[in-house]
């Protein structure tokens, strides 16, 4: 049994704001105090300020795009702190953060098995994957034939031998019109090859979520990611839903506007304005920081998009009977106004948007950045002044073209932990996360209160895992017992047959050897459950 | 006499990675494999012999015994290397980088037999590619650079190309094989020559030169035609070095680039996995060649940690193959011994009887026989291997947990 001894707790989802109490640790939970203790490891934490673990709600980390990635970027990774780190790396820089839960923004169920090669190497953490949907055959099959029971038992087949967390739709049928030489329009132009609408794939997939129970609704990039004027079709894309639940990814990449001459400009006020009155929608920002970064996406038509833009070397590839995934290496700079206008709209958008229990911190690793950085970005949210000199040091677009430069609102510490803790396990379905009442996994970061606060972010004097010291004073303690976080909706086995049969027009595999083998085995399986 | 069949076999004996195979056993011996190409009929039909004896002497041990001999030595070892070759699992692979970790010593894969050819012209250039679906249903013109995936690849044909609709063909020299359409336009050109001819087409493509051979200008206008092409390359072009693979990665990109169609590039990789062990060192390091553990970090460099460097300057004491690996170090191993004699142990972890003489060869299970695990196609897809037979030998994959546990301080 530890016993966490006086710290100031801050813990949103139990309305504790600065109280002073212990927390009592046994088997991996938070208990209540016992009242009678034989033995116990007081920690002494009076000094501290006692918060539930991170949880990241959206970053690549693992799959054959890593891999792919890292060799791409041969020269540029081998320098230190590199972008592109491998699964161990990525373990120790998540806990030292004091991050206890991740989740991989996107598995493709074809290569499953690589994904979950990389998630048995972060087995310090609780991790789970998204499972890519929207371009599959046999999903899209389902959608064409308006039979929502088929879908369902596909989308669940799916899930379960993928060992998925939950339903990962990119810009939806991009892979199918990439292929044909196309692109999409808008919500309701016919797609290549199933003549079936983004809106009805988007609808069809939103419906079976709910209606399958799963903890986490369908995690959406949706289309026209970076292309200045996106924040419309943007919110259109929101108001498709219909107020059917849905959390929608790296969402500073859509606020963006025109000015009169035609330039990127911030449209995150219109945006917050759309998004805010909706209770069933969650949203993660997906901030850029200024470095290297590197594009990383099923949105062949977003890489072709920036190659065509002039950013450069690119690489890719097509999967059978499912989308792809693109490559293709960033900087963001902060002489450059494009750049500039990204970051300050990404920090007018978290400022902006009143709840930060629906609006997340991601940089959508490494799209906009290390995650690592995630201590500057909240820094800049709780410091205006800080704020300001950075602004005076980027282009002078982040001022001409956004609104930040006005906003005064600074985050207090309960809103962080809002917003990178609470939040997302609520999003998430995590009942036993983001929180420290009693019940709870004991995944817990605790901090010196310190003025600079990105170095408190970035060195939490005691990070514990599952009721082990996982790190402490920035030393890192192995202790391997994460679990991987998948979920297991039931469906009609007589159905498989018919499913492989489609699996084998669309694949040159075996079905049998598609996704995960009935022989892989996962070790430290938790499975959620759905609703 | 007891007949079973076992159905969806997936085969590991070269990187098509085929998954439709029916294997018939007789008692528990594999009597016959269907669809049967030459490799596939040879491998699985191998069964379980001794390991014949080295042929120019060194000592083929086996078992507990066998361990125990490396162990002692890895751990006398100063700067032990670790060679982590092909034709063994995925998590084999793995295994080799972990025990290099354990011993503090340096680790190596045939991509720097290369100098990283592919790798640098891959990281300069890029290259979108494709799974073998892809290329069997969509893909409407396929060149095969130097390739002779009859040979190393039997069912590559019958499997990706033209299934359900031909493709055009050009083939850049290599022998037609019988299945080709009489259309294929066949091309021959001087290895010695491919840089300039590639520079050639690209000049072309991007209409700075109208100066060219007709063979070059006619193969030119096919691309172009093309809505869905692939260029597949094989082992050869692999060989040629940096210059000609970053002109070939190229023109693909500025095929995209110029023309409407969408190109892709294929690597036509020889034994199972031998390009991934790449991707393993760099899952594990972050490098995917030549590097060097020093207190559980990975230090990477061409020049100080390759095999070849660190065994032409006499700097590595021990040389640890696991799985097969390229011919050009199994040559330098071989001038090295001659030269130097006694100086670098050589020992082999491997089920094939290597092809020079080490000092230790301990025969382990054969991959995709007796031994499971995982491998990768050519195109990057994971394919999980069950053995299909028992086997007597001890596993590549727990000898080397063995060896990790035995060599702990
Ligand atoms: S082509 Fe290759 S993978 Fe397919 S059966 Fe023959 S040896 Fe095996």
Same mark, same amino acid.
Request: include cysteine.
């Given at each position: 049994?530890?016993?966490?001894?006086?710290?100031?707790?801050?813990?949103?989802?139990?309305?504790?704001?600065?109280?002073?109490?212990?927390?009592?640790?046994?088997?991996?939970?938070?208990?209540?105090?016992?009242?009678?203790?034989?033995?116990?490891?007081?920690?002494?934490?009076?000094?501290?300020?006692?918060?539930?673990?991170?949880?990241?709600?959206?970053?690549?980390?693992?799959?054959?795009?890593?891999?792919?990635?890292?060799?791409?970027?041969?020269?540029?990774?081998?320098?230190?702190?590199?972008?592109?780190?491998?699964?161990?790396?990525?373990?120790?820089?998540?806990?030292?953060?004091?991050?206890?839960?991740?989740?991989?923004?996107?598995?493709?169920?074809?290569?499953?098995?690589?994904?979950?090669?990389?998630?048995?190497?972060?087995?310090?953490?609780?991790?789970?994957?998204?499972?890519?949907?929207?371009?599959?055959?046999?999903?899209?099959?389902?959608?064409?034939?308006?039979?929502?029971?088929?879908?369902?038992?596909?989308?669940?087949?799916?899930?379960?031998?993928?060992?998925?967390?939950?339903?990962?739709?990119?810009?939806?049928?991009?892979?199918?019109?990439?292929?044909?030489?196309?692109?999409?329009?808008?919500?309701?132009?016919?797609?290549?090859?199933?003549?079936?609408?983004?809106?009805?794939?988007?609808?069809?997939?939103?419906?079976?979520?709910?209606?399958?129970?799963?903890?986490?609704?369908?995690?959406?990039?949706?289309?026209?990611?970076?292309?200045?004027?996106?924040?419309?079709?943007?919110?259109?894309?929101?108001?498709?839903?219909?107020?059917?639940?849905?959390?929608?990814?790296?969402?500073?990449?859509?606020?963006?506007?025109?000015?009169?001459?035609?330039?990127?400009?911030?449209?995150?006020?219109?945006?917050?304005?759309?998004?805010?009155?909706?209770?069933?929608?969650?949203?993660?920002?997906?901030?850029?920081?200024?470095?290297?970064?590197?594009?990383?996406?099923?949105?062949?038509?977003?890489?072709?998009?920036?190659?065509?833009?002039?950013?450069?070397?690119?690489?890719?590839?097509?999967?059978?009977?499912?989308?792809?995934?693109?490559?293709?290496?960033?900087?963001?700079?902060?002489?450059?106004?494009?750049?500039?206008?990204?970051?300050?709209?990404?920090?007018?958008?978290?400022?902006?948007?009143?709840?930060?229990?629906?609006?997340?911190?991601?940089?959508?690793?490494?799209?906009?950045?290390?995650?690592?950085?995630?201590?500057?970005?909240?820094?800049?949210?709780?410091?205006?002044?800080?704020?300001?000199?950075?602004?005076?040091?980027?282009?002078?677009?982040?001022?001409?073209?956004?609104?930040?430069?006005?906003?005064?609102?600074?985050?207090?510490?309960?809103?962080?932990?809002?917003?990178?803790?609470?939040?997302?396990?609520?999003?998430?379905?995590?009942?036993?996360?983001?929180?420290?009442?009693?019940?709870?996994?004991?995944?817990?970061?605790?901090?010196?209160?310190?003025?600079?606060?990105?170095?408190?972010?970035?060195?939490?004097?005691?990070?514990?895992?599952?009721?082990?010291?996982?790190?402490?004073?920035?030393?890192?303690?192995?202790?391997?017992?994460?679990?991987?976080?998948?979920?297991?909706?039931?469906?009609?086995?007589?159905?498989?047959?018919?499913?492989?049969?489609?699996?084998?027009?669309?694949?040159?595999?075996?079905?049998?050897?598609?996704?995960?083998?009935?022989?892989?085995?996962?070790?430290?399986?938790?499975?959620?459950?759905?609703? | 006499?007891?007949?079973?069949?076992?159905?969806?076999?997936?085969?590991?004996?070269?990187?098509?990675?085929?998954?439709?195979?029916?294997?018939?056993?007789?008692?528990?011996?594999?009597?016959?494999?269907?669809?049967?190409?030459?490799?596939?009929?040879?491998?699985?039909?191998?069964?379980?012999?001794?390991?014949?004896?080295?042929?120019?002497?060194?000592?083929?041990?086996?078992?507990?015994?066998?361990?125990?001999?490396?162990?002692?030595?890895?751990?006398?070892?100063?700067?032990?290397?670790?060679?982590?070759?092909?034709?063994?699992?995925?998590?084999?692979?793995?295994?080799?980088?972990?025990?290099?970790?354990?011993?503090?010593?340096?680790?190596?894969?045939? %991509?720097? !037999?290369?100098?990283?050819? @592919?790798?640098?012209?891959?990281? *300069? /250039? &890029?290259?979108?590619? $494709?799974?073998?679906?892809?290329?069997?249903?969509?893909?409407?013109?396929?060149?095969?650079?130097?390739?002779?995936?009859?040979?190393?690849?039997?069912?590559?044909?019958?499997?990706?190309?033209?299934?359900?609709?031909?493709?055009?063909?050009?083939?850049?020299?290599?022998?037609?094989?019988?299945?080709?359409?009489?259309?294929?336009?066949?091309?021959?050109?001087?290895?010695?020559?491919?840089?300039?001819?590639?520079?050639?087409?690209?000049?072309?493509?991007?209409?700075?030169?109208?100066?060219?051979?007709?063979?070059?200008?006619?193969?030119?206008?096919?691309?172009?035609? %093309?809505? !869905?092409?692939?260029?597949? @390359?094989?082992?050869?072009?692999? *060989? /040629? &070095?940096?210059?000609? $693979?970053?002109?070939?990665?190229?023109?693909?990109?500025?095929?995209?680039?110029?023309?409407?169609?969408?190109?892709?590039?294929?690597?036509?990789?020889?034994?199972?996995?031998?390009?991934?062990?790449?991707?393993?060192?760099?899952?594990?390091?972050?490098?995917?060649?030549?590097?060097?553990?020093?207190?559980?970090?990975?230090?990477?460099?061409?020049?100080?940690?390759?095999?070849?460097?660190?065994?032409?300057?006499?700097?590595?004491?021990?040389?640890?193959?696991?799985?097969?690996?390229?011919?050009?170090?199994?040559?330098?191993?071989?001038?090295?011994?001659?030269?130097?004699?006694?100086?670098?142990?050589?020992?082999?972890?491997?089920?094939?009887?290597?092809?020079?003489?080490?000092?230790?060869?301990?025969?382990?299970?054969?991959?995709?026989?007796?031994?499971?695990?995982?491998?990768?196609?050519?195109?990057?897809?994971?394919?999980?291997?069950?053995?299909?037979?028992?086997?007597?030998?001890?596993?590549?994959?727990?000898?080397?947990?063995?060896?990790?546990?035995?060599?702990?301080?």
């Amino acid at each position: 049994m530890i016993c966490l001894r006086g710290g100031k707790l801050i813990d949103p989802l139990n309305h504790r704001d600065g109280v002073v109490d212990d927390i009592w640790i046994q088997d991996g939970r938070i208990v209540a105090a016992p009242e009678n203790v034989d033995h116990a490891d007081a920690i002494d934490a009076s000094s501290w300020l006692v918060t539930p673990g991170g949880i990241e709600i959206h970053s690549h980390i693992v799959g054959t795009q890593m891999a792919t990635a890292r060799s791409f970027s041969l020269e540029e990774n081998t320098t230190s702190p590199r972008l592109l780190m491998t699964p161990a790396e990525i373990n120790r820089a998540y806990l030292k953060m004091g991050y206890t839960t991740v989740f991989d923004a996107a598995m493709s169920p074809l290569m499953s098995r690589i994904a979950h090669t990389d998630l048995d190497r972060m087995m310090g953490l609780d991790r789970g994957a998204y499972t890519l949907v929207s371009d599959q055959s046999c999903v899209l099959k389902a959608i064409k034939n308006k039979n929502s029971e088929e879908l369902k038992h596909t989308l669940a087949w799916l899930l379960e031998c993928t060992r998925g967390y939950a339903l990962k739709l990119v810009n939806p049928g991009v892979g199918l019109t990439w292929r044909a030489l196309s692109a999409i329009g808008s919500l309701d132009d016919p797609l290549a090859d199933t003549q079936l609408t983004q809106r009805e794939i988007i609808l069809a997939l939103a419906e079976a979520a709910q209606s399958m129970g799963l903890p986490h609704p369908i995690h959406l990039h949706a289309s026209n990611l970076g292309q200045p004027g996106n924040w419309k079709s943007f919110c259109q894309t929101v108001k498709a839903l219909e107020g059917l639940p849905a959390h929608f990814c790296h969402i500073q990449f859509y606020c963006y506007g025109k000015d009169d001459k035609g330039r990127m400009r911030s449209a995150a006020e219109e945006v917050v304005e759309i998004i805010s009155d909706n209770p069933k929608l969650t949203f993660d920002a997906g901030e850029i920081v200024f470095g290297p970064a590197m594009a990383m996406t099923c949105d062949l038509q977003l890489i072709e998009w920036l190659h065509r833009m002039g950013s450069g070397k690119w690489t890719g590839r097509l999967l059978e009977g499912e989308g792809g995934m693109g490559l293709l290496p960033l900087q963001y700079a902060k002489k450059d106004p494009s750049s500039a206008v990204q970051w300050a709209t990404g920090l007018e958008l978290l400022l902006r948007f009143p709840d930060p229990e629906r609006l997340f911190l991601t940089t959508d690793y490494p799209n906009g950045g290390p995650f690592t950085d995630y201590p500057r970005i909240i820094a800049w949210l709780m410091d205006a002044e800080l704020r300001q000199r950075m602004l005076a040091q980027v282009h002078p677009a982040a001022r001409t073209r956004c609104g930040l430069e006005k906003i005064e609102r600074e985050y207090s510490l309960f809103e962080v932990v809002q917003m990178t803790s609470a939040g997302p396990a609520k999003a998430l379905g995590l009942q036993d996360r983001g929180h420290l009442g009693i019940g709870a996994q004991a995944d817990i970061r605790c901090y010196q209160p310190q003025s600079d606060k990105e170095a408190m972010f970035s060195n939490p004097v005691l990070v514990i895992k599952g009721g082990d010291i996982a790190i402490r004073e920035g030393e890192y303690y192995s202790r391997d017992n994460g679990r991987l976080l998948a979920v297991q909706p039931a469906w009609d086995r007589e159905r498989l047959p018919a499913i492989q049969r489609q699996l084998q027009e669309s694949t040159s595999l075996d079905p049998r050897f598609y996704g995960l083998s009935d022989k892989h085995q996962i070790p430290n399986l938790e499975i959620i459950p759905c609703k | 006499m007891n007949e079973r069949r076992e159905r969806s076999v997936a085969c590991a004996f070269c990187s098509c990675c085929c998954t439709d195979l029916e294997l018939v056993y007789q008692d528990r011996c594999i009597k016959s494999v269907k669809p049967a190409c030459s490799i596939a009929g040879r491998e699985f039909s191998a069964g379980e012999s001794d390991p014949p004896s080295l042929k120019r002497g060194g000592v083929v041990i086996s078992g507990q015994k066998g361990l125990q001999t490396i162990c002692a030595e890895l751990r006398a070892a100063k700067l032990p290397l670790i060679l982590i070759g092909g034709g063994i699992s995925l998590e084999s692979q793995r295994s080799a980088v972990l025990l290099a970790k354990k011993l503090g010593a340096c680790a190596d894969t045939p %991509a720097s !037999c290369q100098s990283l050819a @592919f790798a640098r012209a891959f990281a *300069e /250039s &890029g290259i979108p590619m $494709l799974t073998l679906g892809e290329l069997r249903d969509r893909v409407d013109t396929v060149v095969f650079w130097n390739t002779d995936q009859n040979q190393i690849h039997p069912r590559f044909w019958e499997r990706f190309i033209g299934v359900n609709r031909p493709p055009r063909i050009i083939s850049v020299n290599f022998e037609i094989p019988e299945q080709i359409p009489d259309s294929c336009l066949h091309i021959s050109l001087d290895m010695q020559q491919m840089l300039a001819h590639l520079i050639q087409l690209r000049l072309v493509l991007r209409n700075e030169t109208q100066q060219v051979s007709p063979v070059l200008r006619e193969m030119l206008a096919t691309l172009r035609d %093309a809505h !869905c092409g692939c260029m597949i @390359f094989g082992e050869s072009l692999l *060989e /040629s &070095g940096y210059g000609v $693979l970053f002109e070939a990665f190229r023109f693909i990109q500025e095929l995209n680039d110029i023309d409407k169609g969408r190109w892709f590039g294929l690597m036509l990789d020889g034994e199972v996995n031998s390009a991934a062990a790449a991707d393993v060192l760099s899952l594990e390091t972050g490098y995917p060649a030549a590097v060097r553990f020093i207190k559980d970090e990975a230090e990477f460099s061409t020049t100080e940690w390759s095999a070849k460097r660190l065994i032409q300057r006499g700097e590595t004491d021990l040389v640890l193959q696991v799985g097969q690996i390229d011919a050009r170090i199994q040559k330098e191993i071989e001038n090295h011994i001659t030269n130097y004699t006694g100086k670098m142990k050589y020992m082999v972890l491997d089920s094939k009887t290597p092809l020079i003489q080490p000092s230790t060869w301990l025969p382990v299970r054969r991959f995709g026989l007796d031994e499971g695990g995982t491998a990768m196609r050519m195109d990057g897809l994971p394919i999980p291997i069950q053995p299909v037979q028992e086997s007597r030998k001890i596993g590549l994959a727990e000898a080397l947990t063995r060896l990790i546990e035995g060599v702990e301080p």
